[in-house]
């Protein structure tokens, strides 16, 4: 796609989008019934939040996930000065499949709490990652896996012997992360703050369906998804991926990927400038219902220019 921005794209796009108003009113694109918010990842000092604002952003995602709950507090009461939202933190990675267990399972709920000080909704958690054995290759995948248990039965067609390493890490991991997510459940529910599972470049859930199935086993609405629209690009396209988890969906996270000619494997990209099929995201996202965020997980280009390409994606552009 177009990396830059046009005059017939700005064209469009406010008409569209009929102009990005300020968070707590609605931002419509013509032709969608479902509301996006826009926002960047980063700590919500006053001088971050003010240069969200005047580049047309609504609010922020904070990586200080362990942030003193009073500055934390302060913090809020900053962005709802100037009507912008903390509306969630990243957590990131915890180590669920290993010793560590307890003392992440501890550390995420410092995080939960921290995050309803902030006011947030939800808490970025990668469960845990595996790696060091023999993997298949992005396209070779072809999971089957256990519908009750969620354990992984093969990863691809043919013999799986080479994976066996493989096939049991993924499936202790399913395990352990179930465990210590159900642990952690009575604490979202205390602070109102979602459990938003994400698997980014892990080696887990690979796939849609599998990755959907392990966020619907804890059948509780304090655990959903966070979804990285560029993330699994190199493992099927996105649209699969949002009818996949549907309305389990709470966040998501937008960077592009730009796919080698022959589909195999690749390298990130500025938004609209890779090989996600933004339109078709922004149809699909509608027909699921998504209200809430987007929010950029990239660097390098201005804010303002960051703010333009989300109001094309709103717009369906």
């Avoid at 469960?127 to 896996?145: L, N, Q, Y």
């Avoid at 604490?187 to 980014?200: C, D, F, M, S, Y």
């Avoid at 619907?216 to 655990?223: A, L």
Wanted: proline share 5%; with cysteine; charged share 25%.
């Amino acid at each position: 796609m177009r990396s830059q921005f046009s005059r017939r794209d700005f064209l469009a796009c406010t008409s569209a989008a009929a102009g990005v108003l300020a968070f707590g009113r609605i931002t419509l694109a013509e032709g969608f019934r479902t509301t996006i918010h826009k926002a960047m990842i980063g700590k919500p000092t006053e001088q971050w939040l003010k240069e969200l604002k005047a580049a047309g952003f609504h609010g922020v995602e904070s990586d200080d996930r362990h942030a003193d709950p009073k500055d934390a507090q302060a913090a809020r009461k900053l962005a709802e000065s100037l009507d912008m939202r903390v509306h969630s933190v990243l957590y990131g990675w915890a180590n669920f499949n290993t010793d560590s267990v307890n003392r992440d399972i501890d550390s995420v709920a410092q995080s939960l709490r921290t995050a309803a000080a902030y006011g947030a909704d939800a808490l970025l958690l990668v469960p845990c990652r595996i790696g060091g054995m023999k993997m298949p290759e992005p396209w070779e995948f072809d999971i089957e896996f256990d519908e009750k248990t969620g354990h992984v039965l093969r990863v691809v067609r043919g013999d799986n012997t080479p994976y066996k390493e493989y096939i049991e890490a993924h499936n202790h991991a399913i395990d352990t992360s179930r465990e210590a997510v159900k642990k952690l459940i009575p604490v979202a529910e205390k602070t109102g703050v979602i459990i938003a599972l994400e698997n980014v470049w892990n080696n887990l859930w690979v796939k849609p369906a599998i990755f959907a199935h392990f966020v619907k086993s804890f059948d509780h609405p304090m655990v959903r998804a966070y979804f990285d629209i560029g993330n699994h690009v190199k493992y099927a396209p996105p649209v699969e991926w949002i009818r996949a988890l549907g309305s389990m969906i709470v966040k998501l996270h937008v960077k592009d990927f730009l796919l080698n000619p022959d589909g195999k494997g690749g390298k990130f990209v500025h938004p609209r400038d890779g090989s996600v099929d933004w339109p078709a995201v922004r149809q699909e996202l509608d027909k699921i219902g998504y209200n809430g965020w987007m929010t950029i997980e990239d660097g390098g280009l201005p804010l303002e220019e960051f703010s333009r390409r989300l109001d094309l994606i709103i717009a369906g552009k």
